[in-house]
């Protein structure tokens, strides 16, 4: 099945520095790679997204990249701020047998320092 | 739209006894996603329903066990409950044509 792996585990930035997280994925038969953010509290929520035909996509301050042929992707946050400071996850998702099966990485705690 | 509803959010459960977690898609969802997230590490992947059927389960031991009911809404039973079970336990759901998970609150499970 699929495996995701995500590093760092924690990282921790001064105010207004870039972030970056980065996943690598086993199986190339996944197509879709959501981020998700998960404050103290809260379930994750969807902050970004990036299909397998895309390389690249940005959101504000927040940046997504897929390397297909090396089966990683990044998650970029520049100008990072206080209230950035969660716990981010990967997930890659391929369709099997006509359903979406989802697989996250084991998340990484983002401390961002004022 | 409502988004992803789960029940109770805080639960408090005596070793051994059964605790039975409740969670409402948003509307429209047919997949309903169960992960545990144990205090300071990432999300384990619990089951998958998908059209009321169980499409997927994770390394976990029998005594975790679920349905989808026909409106699509899930239930997660934990039987035999153990200390190490206490851990905040996540919802999501998606189309089955779409990709996009979404989460609920979750419901917080302590077993002392």
């Known amino acids: 099945g699929e495996n995701v792996e995500q590093h760092p585990s924690t990282l921790s930035v001064q105010e207004g520095d870039s972030a970056v997280i980065k996943c690598t994925y086993s199986d190339s038969a996944s197509n879709y790679f959501p981020w998700y953010k998960q404050e103290l509290g809260k379930g994750p929520q969807l902050i970004i997204d990036i299909r397998s035909n895309v390389g690249e996509k940005k959101d504000q301050r927040i940046a997504v990249t897929l390397n297909k042929t090396a089966k990683h992707f990044s998650l970029h946050i520049t100008e990072t701020q206080p209230e950035d400071s969660a716990v981010y996850f990967c997930a890659a998702s391929l369709n099997s047998g006509g359903y979406q099966k989802v697989t996250f990485g084991t998340g990484t705690k983002l401390q961002v320092i004022p | 739209e409502a988004g992803v509803t789960q029940s109770p959010t805080h639960l408090i459960k005596t070793r051994g006894q059964q605790a039975t977690l409740r969670c409402s898609p948003i509307s429209g969802h047919t997949s309903v996603y169960w992960y545990q997230q144990a205090l300071g590490l990432g999300l384990q992947f619990l089951l998958w329903?998908?059209?009321?059927?169980?499409?997927n389960r994770g390394n976990f031991p029998p005594r975790f066990s679920g349905r989808q009911f026909p409106n699509y809404s899930s239930e997660l039973n934990v039987n035999a409950l153990e200390l190490e079970d206490s851990a905040l336990y996540l919802c999501?759901?998606?189309?089955?044509?779409?990709?996009?998970?979404?989460f609920g609150q979750g419901t917080r499970l302590t077993v002392v």
């Open positions: 999501a759901s998606s189309t089955g044509g779409r990709s996009e998970a979404f």
């Open positions: 329903y998908d059209e009321g059927e169980e499409r």
